[in-house]
């Protein structure tokens, strides 16, 4: 898909506030309601604005520890594949799931829980009993640097 200035701008306005109105939008980008609206239309049903979310300050709602977890599988089959990513989307605690070569992990995923005795309940009690899960390697987030929601735009221009 070709993307124009304005299309470039709409996606950077709304990557960082999916809540503006079509006016405010609109505005904000130079064009009417009616075309802006149009092109947002477009966006949406071509793929590349995938969805509009509300993002949570994890820690105001109790969230504390984040943990970064390696896991090794026993067998590299798609059947093994297939049931370990469907388990783990049961599970709300985690909040990314990556499929990851050139480390000796076969998945990268992120967990945010209340406190390390939450950890070691889905750790002990979830995730190591998920059929193929062979190796488990946890690093606890001690702070973070950057956070960013938004995705780079200016190879496009």
């Given at each position: 898909m070709r993307f124009d200035k304005i299309d470039l701008k709409i996606l950077q306005e709304l990557q960082q506030d999916s809540s503006l109105t079509n006016q405010e939008l609109a505005d904000r980008v130079g064009l009417s309601p009616s075309p802006c609206l149009r092109?947002?239309?477009?966006?949406?049903?071509?793929?590349?604005?995938?969805?509009?979310?509300?993002?949570?300050?994890?820690?105001?709602?109790?969230?504390?520890?984040?943990?970064?977890?390696?896991?090794?599988?026993?067998?590299?089959?798609?059947?093994?594949?297939?049931?370990?990513e469907s388990t783990l989307e049961s599970y709300p605690e985690v909040k990314s799931c990556n499929l990851?070569?050139?480390?000796?992990?076969?998945?990268?995923?992120?967990?945010?829980?209340?406190?390390?005795d939450r950890y070691q309940e889905f750790l002990l009690g979830r995730l190591t009993r998920i059929p193929g899960v062979t190796g488990v390697h946890s690093s606890f987030l001690l702070r973070k640097i950057l956070n960013r929601t938004s995705l780079p735009l200016d190879h496009l221009m």
């Open positions: 092109r947002v239309k477009v966006l949406e049903e071509s793929g590349v604005i995938d969805r509009s979310v509300t993002l949570l300050d994890q820690n105001k709602l109790g969230l504390k520890l984040t943990v970064f977890i390696q896991i090794s599988m026993d067998r590299h089959t798609p059947e093994r594949f297939e049931l370990f990851v070569t050139g480390q000796s992990a076969d998945y990268l995923i992120e967990v945010v829980v209340e406190d390390m």
